[in-house]
């Protein structure tokens, strides 16, 4: 593969991702995707498109139509139900997209901590090491680090802080038809829940 000209396109021959705003409860999001999935989620183009750039691929202008099924779906509802839209997790340190997949399989209205996570991954003294790979998800909210709390506490939200943390927790299991105090929701009891 030829590596592109400084500043003159150099697109030819390179796997493309295809950029599109779509709206969500968090703002609008700019979404970046392959024929794969998923690639990124982002505040801006810019983000989008630099998210792709640093793993080589091309950007070109994409249309909501030609998204990854269940995209748009799970973006308007704020988190996706498991397996509902394709991942491209390509470019991510293999800690993190395990991370990653254990978290996916936490389900929508419920929560986990970072030491469990740390722990179903084998890793029981990695919490840590967790949270900086959360820190860092390009694919919030649909790789749900919204639902990792810290144990005492409802931990960090890196892709938007602690109240959009909360929001979507709120809509979660307002879509399942709760709230916290439901017969068996999981989100702790020190959590107050605001209902948008």
């Known amino acids: ?27 609008e999001r700019w979404v970046a995707w392959t024929s794969k999935g998923v690639l990124a989620l982002a505040e801006s183009l810019e983000e989008a498109v630099s998210h792709a ?8 202008p994409g249309e909501r139509e030609a998204a990854p099924p269940g995209l748009a779906r799970a973006l308007e509802r704020g988190w996706a139900m ?7 997790m390509r470019g991510l340190p293999a800690f993190t997209r395990r991370v990653y997949r254990a978290l996916l399989e936490v389900p929508p209205g419920s929560t986990t901590t970072y030491g469990e996570l740390a722990r179903r ?11 900086r790979a959360l820190s860092a998800n390009r694919l919030a909210p649909l790789v749900p680090c919204h639902r990792v709390v810290g144990r005492e506490g409802p931990g960090g939200y890196s ?30 009891p020190w959590q107050k829940l605001p209902c948008p």
């Open 53 to 60: 750039s640093r793993l080589g691929l091309a950007s070109s």
């Open 121 to 131: 991954l084998g890793r029981p003294r990695a919490a840590r090491a967790v949270g």
């Open 159 to 188: 892709p938007g802080g602690l109240e959009k943390k909360l929001l979507l927790q709120a809509l979660e299991l307002q879509a399942l038809g709760g709230g916290p105090e439901r017969p068996g929701g999981s989100f702790p």
């Open 1 to 27: 593969m030829r590596a592109p000209r400084e500043g003159g396109g150099g697109t030819e021959g390179r796997e493309r991702a295809w950029v599109a705003a779509f709206p969500s409860p968090l703002g």
């Open 82 to 88: 498991p397996g509902e839209v394709e991942l491209d």
